[in-house]
């Protein structure tokens, strides 16, 4: 396991309420992966990914849990030597890759100075690295593009320049937190192959925080889905889109219209996600699902594993 | 055929931008583009940001006035209307922008949004504008409580269903639909693709379905038209275009969806490289040559036209004319 | 919708901001100064311990004394009550600025509006226009305006308002520029709205905020301004009270009879004060940061 992840519970505190952002969590990520998360907005999948890094900005603070990286808890180190993991031994993908460089600033200058700084090499070693990576993450023309301001890229090239920068000091784990939103679909499939490939050539392991059940679906390996700050479900990729057990999975695959079939007819999933602030009792889910019990408005279902693999939040699997 | 509601005939669209010190940049965002919305039926535009496929949008409504080419609505000429003489037309148009978040005055109640298009057609009568008003929530499924609360008041997916009921509440009889769901969550996503569906077939509307998400495409549109950088390159029926695509970027960018199917792995699929062209007033060539696994030397130097390849499919490619 | 029910959110709306304004010290404190003022400027004539040392008269017998029981400021020298005059002063002082500064936002906000909305070429005449005006000093003008039509407040006043406008017009273009591009502006234009109609319906409520955040402000520039001319000679004509005018003859005695100086400018002081902590205070509310939405904060 790269990462372990027990009973973590990250809490917002607002002026007048506790937005309770991510509640019980536990998860195990294996070495050599692309983990899935999939939740829609509000489910708390990149509190997550942040927490994972203890980066969660106030008023939200980790209430409990711990989070394992090999042997070391990252919620007990010092600021200092998380710091030596940080951008380190565990990176991020950005969201939007335009926002995450300096615009006045030229994208190799960008990568030299994380190269120079925080990897402490010298600044023709440096070059050569960051010459390699952008060739890795097939950068067209890295010497040219290496010299350009983030403005004279594109979308798809800024976010190949953020993977390069995500490389540089050869990570173990890598958080790709919607890695693909702001970018095309055509640009987004190579983005994804590229992810892909970290892991199959370069043995990485990759967290990909998404809302898109599609791209799980044809990246991730293990899958995790989530729902209201909790995790509902989780599994081997191919096991959980061939065999939703959880109502909200399986709304979330059945209620995407697809591009390979026809639909007559979509079944939407009923009401809006609660808010994060006002959780429904019992069952989070229990005011949308249609196979809801009256246990489910009690009492909270535990995540239960049903072996070794799979685990699912609901009263119907107990 | 059936007859058509709207047309656009070699509708082309021209933005300055400047670089530099005094030197401009004439882009092409919409070129000699053809098409037809036939009554009650959804034709989609699809494409990738900055194909243009916005810009045809606001241009068939004439938010937008053509560089050249004719608009023609319900076979009037609409390309030259002054704003004044465009407003009787306008009832008979709606749109529904991506974003709820910014497409709804944030200091407004709902009731009045949604009246708004009543009073600048001016209609006086409250009563009147009242009764349409609940009509037209009504019609979107919305409760009348929701009347006096403002946007920031009301969930994303609720929040579009305001802003289709302003669409409506004229009782147009051609809509544009750009992106409608491309930024609410999947659960919500649905029941607005289904309630737009209702609506189309309760009021007998016309959608210029504008979008980059080939699965709702797929969903909710009649016919396709695919758009790249700036430029029609096909258009058929939908059942045609998703199970015997012909362009060579359509049959790329269905690849590309990723899918929720067991067994579908990014890693066996063959990725489109390259990006689209900056489209300058003197490009010549077919626009997607750079990108095209089949593109050859004239793809380079001339331009395709759209033609009709097989019975209503239209394709731009040297390959598929003789 | 019913009168009654938009009525209540109004009023509800009302009253959290003022419990907003409470929690924050500085806006709060700033609100009862301008409050506090407000009521004195409405009301000198009739509150005032001694209405008719207002004008023009003499009591031989009290000229110049120090502060007292029955004269708390003391007297001046026409032994007039300098409590009644300084707060007879701050009716004369408040409406001329609020005067200047409401010009200066009515012809701002328009030309800022027209040349924010439409652009191009009538943005760049209307600008430069706009820069014209911003070139002249305020000061200088009102010099020039006296020597041509007299002294007087409303001289001060419409010297002041000539200057005034420019900074409104440019704030205003900014804001305007802001949120032309809305979505909601375009969806107005989708229906046929006119420019008029958007630019009052649409682009004016959203921007208010800003302006009056800025006209707050503005009001103690304003009084600043108006003290500065009566000091100078070039406002308010006696016997009318007014602070500048008060300080600038109190000046002539030296520093003999200080509670001649010091009270007036003391009130110029507060003023100032008030409407500064209020204006920061409004920025402070107006900041979408600063308030706690009904909603869940996007996480």
Not at chain 1, 290 to 298: F, M, S
Not at chain 3, 31 to 58: R, W
Not at chain 3, 110 to 120: D, E, V
Request: hydrophobic letters at 45%; charged letters at 20%.
């Amino acid at each position: 396991m790269i990462l372990k992840i027990c009973d973590l519970r990250v809490y917002y505190f607002l002026r007048d309420k506790v937005v309770r952002a991510i509640d019980k969590i536990d998860l195990e990520v294996p070495e050599g992966v692309v983990f899935g998360i999939v939740g829609e907005s509000g489910s708390g999948k990149s509190t997550l990914a942040h927490a994972i890094i203890r980066l969660i900005p106030p008023p939200g603070r980790i209430v409990s849990g711990s989070i394992f990286f090999r042997d070391l808890d990252l919620v007990k180190l010092s600021e200092k030597e998380l710091n030596k993991i940080r951008g380190n031994r565990i990176t991020m993908i950005p969201q939007d890759p335009i926002s995450s460089f300096n615009p006045t600033v030229r994208i190799g200058d960008q990568l030299l100075d994380v190269a120079i700084h925080k990897l402490g090499l010298s600044r023709r070693e440096a070059a050569k690295i960051i010459i390699e990576k952008l060739k890795l993450v097939r950068m067209p023309s890295p010497e040219i593009n290496m010299r350009k301001y983030p403005h004279e890229l594109s979308g798809g090239m800024l976010q190949r320049a953020a993977i390069a920068m995500a490389l540089l000091p050869d990570p173990d784990l890598i958080i790709a937190d919607e890695p693909t939103t702001a970018l095309d679909v055509t640009i987004q499939a190579a983005i994804l192959k590229l992810i892909r490939d970290l892991v199959d050539d370069l043995k990485k392991t990759v967290i990909l925080i998404t809302h898109n059940m599609g791209i799980v679906a044809e990246t991730c390996d293990k899958i995790a889905v989530m729902y209201a700050g909790q995790i509902v479900e989780l599994g081997d990729v191919y096991d959980m889109l061939s065999e939703p057990l959880h109502p909200y999975t399986r709304a979330l695959i059945m209620a995407v219209p697809r591009a390979d079939r026809e639909i007559e007819r979509l079944e939407p999933l009923v009401g809006e996600p609660p808010s994060l602030s006002d959780i429904p009792r019992g069952c989070r889910f229990h005011p949308r699902c249609r196979l809801a019990k009256p246990i489910c408005k009690r009492e909270e279902p535990p995540l239960r594993y049903l072996d070794s693999k799979r685990a699912v939040r609901c009263w119907l699997y107990v | 055929m059936s007859e058509v509601i709207l047309r656009l005939e070699n509708v082309r669209k021209i933005f300055t931008i400047k670089r530099e010190f005094l030197r401009k940049l004439n882009l092409v965002a919409v070129d000699n583009v053809t098409l037809e919305v036939r009554y009650g039926e959804t034709l989609a535009l699809v494409g990738e940001s900055g194909c243009g496929k916005s810009t045809t949008g606001l241009l068939s409504i004439r938010l937008l006035k053509p560089d050249s080419g004719r608009i023609i609505f319900k076979g009037i000429d609409i390309t030259d209307l002054g704003e004044g003489d465009l407003r009787k037309y306008r009832r008979h148009m709606g749109i529904v922008f991506q974003n709820p978040y910014s497409s709804l005055n944030p200091r407004m109640t709902v009731f009045d949004i949604v009246a708004e298009p009543l009073k600048i057609q001016k209609l006086k009568d409250r009563s009147e504008i009242r009764k349409r008003v609940l009509e037209a929530l009504q019609s979107v499924g919305l409760p009348r409580e929701i009347l006096d609360r403002y946007p920031h008041e009301l969930s994303g997916g609720q929040r579009q269903r305001v802003a289709i009921a302003r669409a409506l509440v004229t009782h147009p009889i051609y809509v544009v639909l750009d992106e409608p769901t491309a930024s609410l969550d999947v659960s919500i996503q649905a029941s607005i693709l289904n309630l737009l569906k209702d609506l189309k077939k309760t009021y007998g509307l016309s959608y210029l379905y504008i979008s980059h998400d080939l699965g709702t495409v797929r969903y909710i549109a009649d016919r396709v038209s695919v758009m790249y950088a700036g430029r029609i390159v096909e258009i058929a029926d939908k059942h045609s275009l998703f199970n015997r695509p012909l362009h060579p970027y359509t049959k790329a960018l269905l690849n590309s969806v990723p899918i929720a199917e067991p067994g579908r792995r990014i890693k066996n699929k063959h990725i489109l490289e390259g990006e689209p062209p900056l489209v300058t007033d003197d490009y010549v060539g077919c626009r997607f040559a750079e990108r095209c696994p089949y593109a050859d030397s004239r793809c380079f130097k001339e331009t395709p036209p759209l033609e009709e390849v097989q019975k209503n499919h239209y394709v731009a490619c040297w390959r598929y004319t003789t | 919708m019913s009168i009654s029910s938009r009525l209540i959110y109004w009023l509800r709306g009302a009253l959290n901001t003022l419990r907003l304004v409470r929690q924050s010290t500085l806006a709060f404190s700033g609100l009862c100064i301008v409050s506090a003022l407000a009521f004195i400027a409405i009301t000198a004539p009739y509150i005032v311990p001694y209405p008719e040392d207002i004008g023009a008269i003499v009591h031989p017998s009290l000229i110049n004394k120090p502060p007292s029981l029955a004269h708390p400021f003391g007297t001046d020298w026409f032994g007039r009550d300098l409590l009644t005059r300084c707060l007879y002063a701050a009716r004369v002082s408040l409406s001329a600025s609020l005067i200047v500064v409401l010009a200066g936002v009515c012809i701002g906000t328009i030309i800022g509006l027209i040349a924010g909305y439409f652009g191009g070429i009538v943005d760049e005449v209307l600008m430069r226009v706009t820069d014209a005006f911003l070139s002249i000093p305020s000061l200088i003008l009102a010099i020039a305006i006296a020597a041509v039509l007299g002294h007087g407040i409303t001289n001060a006043i419409i010297a002041l308002s000539v200057t005034w406008w420019p900074w409104y017009a440019r704030l205003v273009r900014g804001e305007v520029i802001n949120i032309r591009n809305e979505v909601y502006i375009l969806a107005a234009r989708a229906m046929g709205a006119s420019s008029w109609y958007i630019m009052f319906r649409h682009i004016l409520p959203n921007i208010a905020g800003p302006i009056l955040v800025n006209a707050s402000m503005d009001m103690g520039f304003a009084i600043l301004a108006i003290a500065s001319l009566g000091f100078i000679g070039l406002g308010a004509v006696p016997p009318t009270p007014e602070w500048g005018s008060m300080i600038s003859a109190a000046l002539q005695y030296g520093l003999d009879y200080w509670w001649e100086l010091v009270f007036p400018g003391l009130m110029i002081f507060i003023a100032v004060l008030g409407f500064n902590l209020l204006g920061d205070g409004l920025r402070d509310l107006l900041d979408p940061r600063f308030r706690t939405g009904r909603g869940v904060p996007r996480i």
